[in-house]
């Protein structure tokens, strides 16, 4: 019922800074919790970050703290991923994705987000 569609990707030299976009479609009526989330080549999908409904709460994975931060235009419907510092390691595809609410204890549980976008791919360079 919400289409998340990411946007922002590229490539970029070891150090560089990215901004991922997110904008929500669908029910616009519905509260959600949206996330943010990356898959490795050869990996599992993993969390990056996630913001509550009304942006007051925000959650980090623990490796990616201090370098890449979330944010949401709540009037717009759309949510950014701030990439800073960025790595070699970091290249993947990032999702965003959208979840009515924490079912699990860990805030970037997958499991915890319903709705996902297609994915836009971020290259990072040494």
């Known amino acids: 019922r919400v289409y998340p569609v990411e946007s922002g990707g590229g490539s970029v030299q070891a150090g560089g800074s990215l901004r991922l976009s997110c904008a929500a479609s669908?029910?616009?009526?519905?509260?959600?919790?949206m996330g943010w989330f990356r898959q490795l080549p050869g990996k599992q999908r993993e969390g990056v970050a996630a913001?509550?409904?009304?942006?007051?709460?925000?959650y980090y994975a623990d490796s990616l703290k201090g370098r890449f931060a979330i944010s949401q235009d709540t009037a717009k419907r759309i949510v950014y991923l701030q990439m800073d510092s960025l790595k070699p390691e970091d290249t993947a595809v990032y999702y965003c994705?959208?979840?009515?609410?924490?079912?699990?204890?860990?805030?970037?549980?997958?499991?915890?987000?319903?709705?996902w976008g297609q994915g836009t791919q971020v290259t990072v360079s040494s």
């Open positions: 669908g029910d616009t009526d519905s509260s959600h919790h």
């Open positions: 913001i509550s409904t009304d942006g007051d709460s925000t």
């Open positions: 994705a959208a979840g009515f609410y924490y079912y699990y204890t860990d805030f970037l549980d997958r499991r915890n987000f319903r709705y």
